[in-house]
């Protein structure tokens, strides 16, 4: 099992530019989501999804668009990049199986200039 | 609404001593709660979970957690801290609705002087 992996791990991007952060699972876990990480404010959540095809806002969605076309994948697109998601994004899956606990994927530094 | 809490941003223990992170949720029903591990540049990794019975869990590397529901506390706790026990704890917690939403803590960052 390769668990949650994410591609690219760095990206540097000019303002106004957009790009797919890539996010796939081979665990077949029904939950997935999206973290931004800033210093100081932990973890916050972008979107998630509860299945194929169902996805739903986060807390700090403005900005990004997701979709869920099969089980397996979750990417995360910023359609006109900001200074102000300069950040560390994180993937996660999880099922009510393994109490919901979630399987993070290695991260993405991404900066925006 | 749902939330959790870590009042302390920056723990500093010295090696051997021990160490109590702490944590309190805002739930209405009892709650998923979770301790995960960030190293510097690394990602997150699960010290342990509680989502019901026993109400002191134990976890990996020496970490054990006890939920308290009338503190509305998960802290977590070690006996005796080790210099690679230097990193950034995060609770966390997910309620009764079907989403796999976690909520996290601002996460405590944690010092350990030789």
């Known amino acids: 099992n390769a668990g949650v992996t994410q591609t690219p791990k760095f990206q540097v991007l000019k303002t106004g530019q957009s790009m797919t952060l890539q996010c796939a699972q081979d665990?077949?876990?029904?939950?997935m989501s999206w973290y931004r990480q800033d210093p100081g404010m932990g973890l916050r959540l972008i979107h998630y999804?509860?299945?194929?095809?169902?996805?739903d806002q986060g807390e700090v969605p403005n900005g990004y668009n997701v979709s869920r076309s099969t089980t397996e994948d979750f990417p995360l697109r910023l359609l006109s990049a900001a200074p102000s998601q300069t950040s560390v994004y994180f993937c996660?899956?999880?099922?009510?199986?393994?109490?919901?606990?979630?399987?993070f994927g290695p991260g993405t530094r991404l900066t925006v200039t | 609404a749902q939330s959790v809490t870590q009042p302390d941003i920056h723990i500093t223990v010295s090696e051997g001593a021990s160490l109590e992170l702490r944590c309190n949720y805002s739930?209405?029903?009892?709650?998923?709660l979770f301790w995960y591990v960030q190293s510097p540049g690394q990602g997150l990794q699960l010290l342990l979970k509680?989502?019901?019975?026993?109400?002191l869990v134990q976890g990996i590397k020496g970490f054990e957690a006890e939920f308290k529901r009338s503190q509305s506390s998960f802290n977590l706790r070690k006996p005796s801290v080790h210099w690679s026990d230097a990193a950034e704890y995060f609770c966390?917690?997910?309620?009764?609705?079907?989403?796999?939403?976690?909520?996290f803590g601002q996460g405590t960052t944690l010092q350990v002087k030789p």
């Open positions: 509680y989502f019901s019975g026993d109400t």
């Open positions: 966390a917690g997910h309620g009764s609705s079907n989403t796999g939403k976690l909520i």
């Open positions: 739930y209405g029903a009892t709650p998923y």
């Open positions: 996660a899956s999880s099922s009510s199986d393994s109490s919901y606990e979630q399987y």
């Open positions: 665990m077949n876990h029904e939950y």
């Open positions: 999804s509860v299945g194929a095809g169902i996805t």
